[in-house]
């Protein structure tokens, strides 16, 4: 039997986040649109199509998901400034396999490729999939540690250090869950590189891209497949940076056939197909006419919200800090005692939780995987309704003076 540990997330906001008049700041999707919002996104909507077509007989569809989905996929790395290899080719939909959510597409990358003898170099911290999967799988996995005084930016120096003559795949998570720091283009380009250098697989969970609102966009970091590496596979989904979670549809994209053809005779095991009425949404949203204008909505919240945030921590200095986040919708954000030393963080959540009604995560227990460097963190979800994460800074500022002044 597999032994796989608790997957810590996924468990507390199972547990808290229907708490009776929870404010939920743990939420890490853009703000959740309706299929009636959906449709006020389209440019053309006098001439639209439905979302949906309710004539279309409800077959298992398309086994890897339809031409028309993974075109419109295909079109949203065709608008990174660098997005062809080093032959001038374009991401097709040959190279692309959709998945049910970027968790599937994540589980499906490990267990096609990776196994006992192998050895995973994962950046941490990080959204605990990347590195409890393959652990299960039996394979060596060394933690690639983000340090705050570097910013939370990985340190390539430090991975050429670690990579050993069985290292099979480097992983990355870009922009990063929980901190939202962004790998710099120049970063990015020395990661490859190095990955190509000694023939290892690269795969970069980019579930928040193209997320980035604080970047100016000639600086923000094109997704790790267009940087002319074959062996280079990533993930993603319509949950984060498209606010459309309850669809379930997230893919996996590679340049490499051998491997796109290992995913999906892996696929076959677990997932014949997406639905098909998941599928038509998501083709919908990813559409010429949609996709502009959602992605600007998004991003409009994004910053929107992160100017509150960012005014609470500084009204809040002596109690919390952080690397403020440049993409994404997460902060990874440090609440200490008034003597300075940081809470327990899993009591101060449950505490809060309790007393305010706000709910977030704690680090240590979420995202520190026994590392006592995070101690005191939490991680806010801020691209939530402004009037919920409005709410919930008022009661968390009215706590911290009652608790922590």
């Not at 690269?202 to 002319?228: K, N, Q, T």
Request: aromatic letters at 8%; glycine letters at 4%; a negative charge.
């Amino acid at each position: 039997m597999v032994k796989i540990p608790p997957f810590e997330v996924e468990q507390w906001m199972d547990r808290y986040e229907n708490t009776p008049g929870v404010l939920n700041i743990a939420e890490t999707c853009c703000s959740s649109i309706s299929i009636n919002q959906l449709v006020r996104f389209n440019s053309a909507r006098q001439d639209a199509r439905p979302v949906v077509d309710f004539s279309i007989p409800l077959t298992y569809g398309s086994i890897r998901g339809s031409d028309e989905l993974r075109r419109n996929i295909a079109a949203t790395y065709s608008e990174d400034n660098n997005t062809s290899t080093a032959d001038g080719s374009p991401l097709s939909p040959k190279d692309i396999i959709v998945t049910q959510g970027a968790i599937s597409a994540n589980h499906l990358v490990f267990y096609s490729l990776v196994g006992p003898g192998d050895h995973v170099i994962c950046v941490f911290p990080t959204y605990q999939q990347l590195y409890s999967i393959p652990e299960s799988l039996e394979a060596d996995v060394s933690l690639w540690k983000l340090k705050r005084e570097n910013g939370f930016v990985p340190d390539v120096a430090e991975l050429e250090t670690m990579i050993k003559s069985n290292t099979k795949m480097i992983v990355i998570n870009n922009p990063n869950n929980p901190t939202g720091v962004t790998i710099p283009k120049e970063v990015l380009v020395k990661i490859v590189e190095l990955a190509r250098k000694n023939d290892i697989i690269l795969f970069s969970d980019e579930v928040y891209r193209p997320l980035f609102h604080s970047i100016e966009p000639e600086d923000s970091p094109p997704s790790a497949i267009s940087m002319g590496y074959p062996k280079v596979v990533v993930t993603s989904s319509m949950s984060k940076a498209w606010a459309l979670a309850g669809i379930r549809v997230g893919w996996i994209a590679s340049r490499d056939a051998s491997m796109i053809e290992a995913f999906a005779s892996a696929r076959d095991y677990t997932t014949i197909s997406v639905s098909q009425l998941d599928d038509q949404i998501a083709r919908y949203a990813l559409s010429d006419t949609v996709r502009p204008q959602l992605l600007a909505r998004n991003l409009a919240l994004a910053r929107n919200n992160l100017k509150l945030l960012d005014q609470f921590v500084r009204d809040h200095s002596t109690n919390c800090s952080w690397v403020k986040p440049t993409a994404g919708t997460t902060a990874f954000v440090q609440f200490k005692c008034k003597n300075g030393t940081p809470v327990d963080d899993e009591a101060f959540c449950k505490d809060i939780l309790d007393k305010a009604k706000v709910m977030f995560l704690p680090g240590t227990r979420c995202f520190g995987h026994g590392e006592a460097s995070f101690n005191g963190f939490v991680r806010i979800g801020y691209v939530n309704e402004t009037d919920v994460l409005r709410q919930a800074l008022e009661e968390l500022d009215a706590y911290i003076t009652e608790h922590l002044k």
